[in-house]
């Protein structure tokens, strides 16, 4: 992949779908060629990052079913308790020795909605023609990650995705960010559901207090970056502002237990200095306004600019590139669609040579598109991810996964064992050398495909393909 | 595990179907309940290392340290005054002392280039050329076979998450799914860090770090795998035992059942051998035990109908006649077809044997084929499952009119 493939402009195009969006479907070679096109247009579509299911729950449904589910399971072990108590007290008079053996109750319902949500996800990323708009979703939907392994959060991981990132990928990130902020999966998950103004109604009345986290996040990761100025005193003031950002109680409302609100009783009062600037209490309003504040910041669009470049381009992606893309997002006051134009019609954006290793996700969905393979159930693609270290919606902590290659060196192994659980599965009936070429075109190096043609079957060429370094790399 | 699979609604439109208009009208007379297993081994068997020829004069020459002979501590084990059974295959030699296998050598598809793939489409579909069909002989066959007013006479077995192509086609197939896949193998892993040598270093030392963890954990020492030069490290043999194992059990206990499809298929990888082949105590070795294992599984899970039972096995191509210069051997012609099963007039070599002098060699290379394996294979289902002979020439191997089917072998 040397230079002069660089300047082909068909290789180019190559480069480019799986730089930023993902490889040809099996039996489609349309995009092949004019990919900028292609992305382009997806970005102007304005459903493209739309998941279009009347199945799936919104947030505040999901967490009112998941309550009723816990109550109804709570009631029924209550009563299979007293009944096998009263059972044994018969069984013991009877003389009988036999037992009954508690039911396995399954999988609950919280995990039920996940694996739907996770199915949609799937599908959607296997039917999506580019790409682009796609993998934009990931990008923002690990920026402002969420873990299922947060108490209430699995329930909600699906809905969070498809209400507060899918709408804005190509909309304003101040958009993005209220939505973030404001919804109850974040708002569980980094603990400002329960945070309280010390002053406040509650607080006064409770002795309960503030939590620090959302506050320090928005700030440290999510807007302007680490270390760019902000002291412990606007994290603290900042808190303060978004007291009250809740949720409603489950237990108090069977028709809007669950979604937002904002809470009075438990704001903090007053007016309250954040890096500079005094809002004055407004309520809600007033953490709104910090949002606006920050996301207008040039520490925010470099911060968001050096993300996108190194998420897409290359671990340490040229200067120039993040300029490029840090001045258009303060240009347009954040336009996410014209970030993204920005982001694919750069020249730097296109030059590099892959260096950067394919994420778990990415590399297991890019798979399953070259071979046309439609799973009929979600669970070992997401048994895959969990082994290749990216389980998903399940972040360790909020600063996302890795967008560093080295990261991910270490899965290398792990990937070839799932490389070869898919060839097994469908490598007989594909031709190997085929689906290399729709997906390579000229960038498969000559290396490659004597190693495919040499394969003792079509699965082993199969693998190797998924394996080889132009699969991995991107 | 099982899903029924009937591909019969996919293939609407394609040649298969005329299958359909030769279905005999009357079941033939004077058969048992036979079954019928074809074992297809992928990536070309090397004949010569599994059933030497010991009594030919240039066999020594040819192979050299690597020839098998009847000496040593790693003695063949001889099947007559001629050939010899690699030791790795204790079994199959006491099955053959029993007359119940039967080995046919120099034999060959009709496939004469050097491809995998095109070799294993033409051994699988049983037509002259690649890429003729999306079906296999072994299902098209069920058409011939006599329904005699039993359910699933027609359906075929097949262990797999994809069925072998000779089990494909109109005939539905039951498919047996194994609770667990082989992991990639030994082979796999060593092209794949060749590969990354030649296009991504950095790519080939982390899959051979890993490799080498592997071989720590998996409790292959230091110092055991340097006092074995000839082992690669970490070879997942007891894996792939079970593997061939497990779907041999799960084949012989479905095909033994009264209500049983009648004919089956499994598909065992890993038999490309260019490299440090090891026939005697490596990776060579290591799978034909293993496949002996897979015959003895097969043996007990058939239980009675052992007695009435043929298995095949067979594979694309054989292996060039010397060795090369990385103590294996590559893609060849002529190679053995091993046939086992107590409905066979068994304990004989079938082979019309050429010869390794050079001039015998196909290419000054190959051993050189002096049997088709349509005949073989024509002859069992001719004569164990009393396929016609219209049929076998005209649907199960288009285009062998002139291949007779080789008489006499149940």
Same mark, same amino acid.
């Given at each position: 992949?040397?230079?002069?493939?660089?300047?082909?402009?068909?290789?180019?195009?190559?480069?480019?779908?799986?730089?930023?969006?993902?490889?040809?479907?099996?039996?489609?070679?349309?995009?092949?060629?004019?990919?900028?096109?292609?992305?382009?247009?997806?970005?102007?579509?304005?459903?493209?990052?739309?998941?279009?299911?009347?199945?799936?729950? +919104?947030?505040?449904? !999901?967490?009112?079913?998941?309550?009723?589910?816990?109550?109804?399971?709570?009631?029924?072990?209550?009563?299979?308790?007293?009944?096998?108590? !009263?059972?044994?007290?018969?069984?013991?008079?009877?003389?009988?020795?036999?037992?009954?053996?508690?039911?396995?109750?399954?999988?609950?319902?919280?995990?039920?909605?996940?694996?739907?949500?996770?199915?949609?996800?799937?599908?959607?990323?296997?039917?999506?023609?580019?790409?682009?708009?796609?993998?934009?979703?990931?990008?923002?939907?690990?920026?402002?990650?969420?873990?299922?392994?947060?108490?209430?959060?699995?329930?909600?991981?699906?809905?969070?995705?498809?209400?507060?990132?899918?709408?804005?990928?190509?909309?304003?990130?101040?958009?993005?960010?209220?939505?973030?902020?404001?919804?109850?999966?974040?708002?569980?998950?980094?603990?400002? !559901?329960?945070?309280?103004?010390?002053? +406040?109604?509650?607080?006064?009345?409770?002795?309960?207090?503030?939590?620090?986290?959302?506050?320090?996040?928005?700030?440290?990761?999510?807007?302007?970056?680490?270390?760019?100025?902000? *002291?412990?005193?606007?994290?603290?003031?900042?808190?303060?502002?978004?007291?009250?950002?809740?949720?409603?109680?489950?237990?108090?409302?069977?028709?809007?237990?669950?979604?937002?609100?904002?809470?009075?009783?438990?704001?903090?009062?007053?007016?309250?200095?954040?890096?500079?600037?005094? @809002?004055?209490?407004?309520?809600?309003?007033?953490?709104?306004?910090?949002?606006?504040?920050?996301?207008?910041?040039?520490?925010?669009?470099?911060?968001?600019?050096?993300?996108?470049?190194?998420?897409?381009?290359?671990?340490?992606?040229?200067?120039?590139?993040?300029?490029?893309?840090?001045?258009?997002?303060?240009?347009?006051?954040?336009?996410?669609?014209?970030?993204?134009?920005?982001?694919?019609?750069?020249?730097?954006?296109?030059?590099?040579?892959?260096?950067?290793?394919?994420?778990?996700?990415?590399?297991?969905?890019?798979?399953?598109?070259?071979?046309?393979?439609?799973?009929?159930?979600?669970?070992?693609?997401?048994?895959?991810?969990?082994?290749?270290?990216?389980?998903?919606?399940?972040?360790?902590?909020?600063?996302?996964?890795?967008?560093?290659?080295?990261?991910?060196?270490?899965?290398?192994?792990?990937?070839?064992?799932?490389?070869?659980?898919?060839?097994?599965?469908?490598?007989?009936?594909?031709?190997?050398?085929?689906?290399?070429?729709?997906?390579?075109?000229?960038?498969?190096?000559?290396?490659?495909?004597?190693?495919?043609?040499?394969?003792?079957?079509?699965?082993?060429?199969?693998?190797?393909?998924?394996?080889?370094?132009?699969?991995?790399?991107? | 595990?099982?899903?029924?699979?009937?591909?019969?609604?996919?293939?609407?439109?394609?040649?298969?179907?005329?299958?359909?208009? @030769?279905?005999?009208?009357?079941?033939?007379?004077?058969?048992?309940?036979?079954?019928?297993?074809?074992?297809?081994?992928?990536?070309?068997?090397?004949?010569?290392?599994?059933?030497?020829?010991?009594?030919?004069?240039?066999?020594?020459?040819?192979?050299?340290?690597?020839?098998?002979?009847?000496?040593?501590?790693?003695?063949?084990?001889?099947?007559?005054?001629?050939?010899?059974?690699?030791?790795?295959?204790?079994?199959?030699?006491?099955?053959?002392?029993?007359?119940? !296998?039967?080995?046919?050598?120099?034999?060959?598809?009709?496939?004469?280039?050097?491809?995998?793939?095109?070799?294993?489409?033409?051994?699988?579909?049983?037509?002259?050329?690649?890429?003729?069909?999306?079906?296999?002989?072994?299902?098209?066959?069920?058409?011939?076979?006599?329904?005699?007013?039993?359910?699933?006479?027609?359906?075929?077995?097949?262990?797999?998450?994809?069925?072998?192509?000779?089990?494909?086609?109109?005939?539905?197939?039951?498919?047996?799914?194994?609770?667990?896949?082989?992991?990639?193998?030994?082979?796999?892993?060593?092209?794949?860090?060749?590969?990354?040598?030649?296009?991504?270093?950095?790519?080939?030392?982390?899959?051979?770090?890993?490799?080498?963890?592997?071989?720590?954990? +998996?409790?292959?020492?230091?110092?055991?795998?340097?006092?074995?030069?000839?082992?690669?490290?970490?070879?997942?043999?007891?894996?792939?035992?079970? @593997?061939?194992?497990?779907?041999? *059990?799960?084949?012989?206990?479905?095909?033994?059942?009264?209500?049983?499809?009648?004919?089956?298929?499994?598909?065992?990888?890993?038999?490309?051998?260019?490299?440090?082949?090891?026939?005697?105590?490596?990776?060579?070795?290591?799978?034909?035990?293993?496949?002996?294992?897979?015959?003895?599984?097969?043996?007990?899970?058939?239980?009675?109908?052992?007695?009435?039972?043929?298995?095949?096995?067979?594979?694309?191509?054989?292996?060039?006649?010397?060795?090369?210069?990385?103590?294996?051997?590559?893609?060849?012609?002529?190679?053995?077809?091993?046939?086992?099963?107590?409905?066979?007039?068994?304990?004989?070599?079938?082979?019309?044997?050429?010869?390794?002098?050079?001039?015998?060699?196909?290419?000054?290379?190959?051993?050189?084929?002096?049997?088709?394996?349509?005949?073989?294979?024509?002859?069992?289902?001719?004569?164990?499952?009393?396929?016609?002979?219209?049929?076998?020439?005209?649907?199960?191997?288009?285009?062998?009119?002139?291949?007779?089917?080789?008489?006499?072998?149940?």
């Amino acid at each position: 992949m040397g230079l002069e493939m660089a300047r082909d402009p068909r290789a180019q195009s190559i480069v480019a779908l799986h730089r930023f969006g993902l490889p040809s479907k099996l039996g489609s070679t349309d995009l092949i060629g004019d990919t900028r096109s292609a992305m382009l247009a997806e970005l102007d579509k304005s459903d493209a990052a739309l998941i279009k299911n009347d199945d799936l729950l +919104s947030s505040g449904e !999901a967490a009112r079913a998941a309550f009723d589910f816990r109550q109804e399971r709570k009631a029924a072990r209550l009563a299979a308790n007293a009944q096998s108590g !009263a059972e044994k007290q018969q069984a013991k008079e009877a003389g009988s020795s036999e037992e009954k053996q508690p039911g396995n109750p399954g999988p609950g319902l919280p995990q039920q909605i996940y694996l739907e949500e996770s199915k949609a996800r799937l599908e959607s990323a296997l039917a999506a023609d580019a790409g682009f708009v796609e993998r934009l979703v990931w990008f923002w939907s690990n920026h402002f990650c969420i873990s299922a392994d947060k108490g209430g959060v699995r329930p909600l991981c699906g809905a969070y995705e498809r209400e507060a990132i899918r709408p804005h990928v190509t909309g304003k990130f101040s958009d993005m960010l209220l939505a973030v902020e404001s919804h109850p999966a974040m708002l569980l998950y980094l603990d400002n !559901a329960r945070s309280i103004g010390p002053n +406040s109604f509650a607080g006064l009345r409770r002795g309960k207090g503030l939590n620090e986290n959302l506050a320090r996040e928005i700030l440290e990761l999510h807007t302007l970056g680490v270390r760019t100025g902000y *002291s412990q005193d606007d994290v603290t003031n900042f808190a303060k502002v978004i007291t009250g950002w809740s949720i409603v109680p489950l237990r108090q409302s069977p028709d809007h237990g669950g979604e937002f609100t904002f809470n009075p009783r438990m704001h903090e009062p007053g007016t309250h200095r954040v890096i500079g600037n005094d @809002y004055e209490d407004r309520g809600f309003e007033q953490g709104h306004a910090v949002l606006l504040t920050l996301s207008k910041s040039p520490a925010t669009a470099n911060h968001i600019a050096l993300k996108l470049a190194s998420h897409f381009v290359a671990d340490d992606p040229p200067r120039s590139l993040v300029a490029r893309l840090a001045s258009r997002f303060l240009d347009t006051k954040g336009d996410l669609k014209e970030v993204s134009k920005a982001l694919i019609t750069a020249p730097e954006a296109w030059d590099p040579a892959p260096t950067k290793l394919r994420r778990p996700s990415d590399w297991v969905v890019s798979s399953l598109r070259v071979c046309g393979v439609k799973p009929p159930d979600v669970r070992p693609i997401l048994q895959a991810q969990n082994l290749l270290g990216e389980p998903l919606w399940r972040v360790p902590a909020p600063n996302g996964f890795s967008d560093n290659s080295t990261a991910w060196m270490d899965g290398l192994g792990q990937r070839l064992d799932i490389a070869n659980q898919i060839s097994r599965r469908v490598g007989d009936t594909l031709d190997p050398a085929a689906i290399a070429q729709n997906t390579f075109g000229p960038l498969l190096s000559n290396e490659t495909k004597e190693a495919l043609s040499r394969a003792e079957s079509r699965s082993q060429a199969l693998a190797l393909l998924l394996m080889s370094s132009e699969f991995q790399r991107r | 595990m099982i899903h029924q699979s009937n591909r019969r609604e996919l293939l609407l439109g394609s040649g298969a179907l005329f299958a359909w208009a @030769y279905l005999p009208r009357v079941a033939q007379a004077e058969c048992r309940d036979p079954r019928f297993l074809v074992i297809v081994l992928r990536g070309a068997l090397d004949g010569l290392a599994t059933v030497a020829p010991v009594g030919d004069p240039d066999w020594q020459r040819l192979r050299g340290e690597n020839a098998l002979t009847t000496e040593g501590a790693t003695a063949a084990l001889p099947l007559d005054s001629y050939f010899a059974l690699n030791p790795a295959m204790p079994n199959l030699h006491r099955l053959y002392k029993a007359g119940q !296998a039967t080995i046919v050598h120099a034999v060959a598809t009709p496939y004469r280039e050097r491809s995998h793939f095109d070799g294993q489409d033409v051994l699988e579909s049983g037509f002259i050329r690649p890429g003729s069909a999306d079906t296999g002989w072994l299902n098209r066959a069920l058409a011939g076979l006599p329904a005699a007013g039993r359910v699933n006479a027609r359906q075929a077995f097949a262990v797999g998450p994809i069925a072998p192509l000779v089990a494909r086609g109109p005939a539905p197939v039951l498919a047996w799914m194994p609770p667990r896949l082989p992991p990639a193998s030994n082979d796999t892993v060593s092209r794949l860090v060749d590969l990354y040598r030649h296009t991504d270093p950095t790519l080939a030392n982390a899959l051979e770090e890993r490799s080498a963890l592997s071989a720590i954990a +998996s409790g292959a020492a230091m110092g055991d795998t340097a006092k074995k030069p000839q082992m690669a490290p970490a070879i997942p043999g007891a894996a792939v035992r079970a @593997y061939f194992a497990e779907s041999a *059990s799960a084949a012989a206990k479905f095909m033994a059942r009264p209500d049983g499809p009648r004919v089956g298929a499994v598909a065992f990888d890993g038999w490309d051998t260019h490299a440090n082949e090891g026939a005697t105590k490596g990776r060579l070795a290591l799978l034909l035990a293993a496949l002996d294992g897979a015959i003895n599984a097969l043996e007990i899970g058939m239980g009675d109908s052992w007695k009435d039972s043929v298995v095949a096995v067979i594979t694309e191509f054989g292996r060039t006649a010397r060795i090369n210069g990385t103590e294996g051997t590559d893609h060849g012609t002529a190679t053995v077809a091993l046939l086992i099963g107590g409905a066979l007039k068994g304990g004989r070599v079938i082979a019309d044997w050429p010869g390794l002098k050079e001039a015998n060699l196909r290419d000054g290379r190959d051993l050189k084929p002096t049997t088709d394996l349509r005949a073989v294979m024509k002859g069992i289902l001719k004569e164990h499952l009393c396929v016609d002979d219209h049929l076998l020439a005209q649907n199960v191997f288009p285009g062998s009119q002139a291949i007779n089917p080789l008489a006499g072998l149940v």
